[in-house]
């Protein structure tokens, strides 16, 4: 019944074996159990990624005409680049809210930005010195909706030599309609 080479074992040598063959039986099993709760885990996180990926496609689905009312009211509103001096006009206006707040502007500058298939953009940038009141009211009524500004950077620190004031560094874009615009 039992083979040759199992009866010239010794009994210590069967033990050892017995263990042997265990320990080898536990770590195959070890290791089939361990890619096989892994591909569990991967198969839920996929799931997972499927079903929030599927709720936001619902969302867009659901709010499809807020989306479409709202494309539609950028095509008619924003407006069109005719010219890179719209960079100095975007200048002016920072200045002229700046004035009216009493902020210093220093080391303004303007340019042209990207281009992306959505909009085009000027910039202007400018450092400011005022207290904090005055600098919340001249970021309120700089970036309004309707204006089509956003600050693409922003630094502000308190003023080292006057802790009542603070510093500021802007990159304020105005973006315009795309160039081959689509009505």
Known sequence: M???????????????????????????????????????ASAQKEFGARRSKLAEQSVYVRERDTWTKRDQWMRQHQPELKNPAEASALLDQIREIAGKYNILVENPAIGTGETTPYHQTVFASVETKSPWPPLVHFLYDVQRPDAFVVFENVNLAIDGNDPTMMRGKFKIARWFAPGQKGK
């Open 2 to 40: 039992m083979p040759a080479w199992y009866q010239r074992m010794n009994p210590r040598e069967r033990v050892l074996s017995w263990i042997v063959a265990g320990t080898v039986a536990v770590l195959l099993n070890l290791w089939i159990l361990s890619s096989l709760w892994g591909a569990v």
